[in-house]
């Protein structure tokens, strides 16, 4: 394949359109260029938390992975009628949460952001994949999508919950718990 991305200035989106994988142009502000500016967010907000220093081998791996599957939805994002996330991302995703849940103690309350650098940019990463997932469930109202992927978002941002839990215990020795009764 030769270089894709040759021309970077092209200014065929100066008059507020840009184009979709497919040819078609479509306005800058809408539906589905916001999901796949979300999705673009997202893996920055991962690519954020791989950077930090420490990070376990096995949540690594894991968060590389995690960056291939949201380049893979993102251009199933950019290309309408294609398909890219399958059953196999979900199983694997759901395997995911289940092997790092089950090193971690049940929750008795409610936890708050934070517990370490990498802890807090997972808690990050996880609201923009809520977010990614609330655009993507308003683009599928205006034009159809694939299940798959919503359950996939679904499912990753679980995910990014468990693994700032594992962070934080793996940064702090703990997590930070929500106090109730704080000014009691």
Same mark, same amino acid.
């Given at each position: 394949m030769g270089n894709r991305l040759s021309k970077i200035i092209t200014?065929?989106?100066d008059e507020g359109t840009t184009g979709l994988g497919d040819g078609s142009r479509v306005d800058k502000d809408s539906a589905r260029i916001e999901a796949v500016g979300t999705v673009d967010e997202l #893996?920055?907000?991962v690519g954020l938390l791989l950077a930090a220093p420490g990070l376990p081998a096995d949540i690594a791996h894991c968060l590389f992975r995690v960056q291939h599957d949201l380049f893979d939805l993102g251009g199933e994002l950019a290309v309408p009628g294609y398909t890219m996330v399958t059953d196999a991302h979900i199983e694997k995703i759901e395997a995911d949460v289940e092997t790092f849940n089950a090193t971690l103690p049940p929750l008795k309350e409610f936890i708050l952001p934070g517990g370490g650098l990498a802890a807090a940019h997972c808690h990050l990463a996880r609201t923009i994949a809520r977010r990614t997932e609330r655009r993507c469930w308003t683009l599928s109202k205006l034009e159809p999508l694939s299940p798959l992927l919503l359950v996939y978002l #679904?499912?990753?941002?679980? &995910?990014?919950?468990? &693994?700032a839990r594992a962070l934080a215990r793996h940064e702090h020795g703990s997590e930070i718990l929500w106090n109730r009764k704080r000014f009691e």
């Open positions: 200014r065929t989106g #893996n920055s907000c #679904n499912r990753l941002s679980d &995910l990014l919950f468990v &693994l």
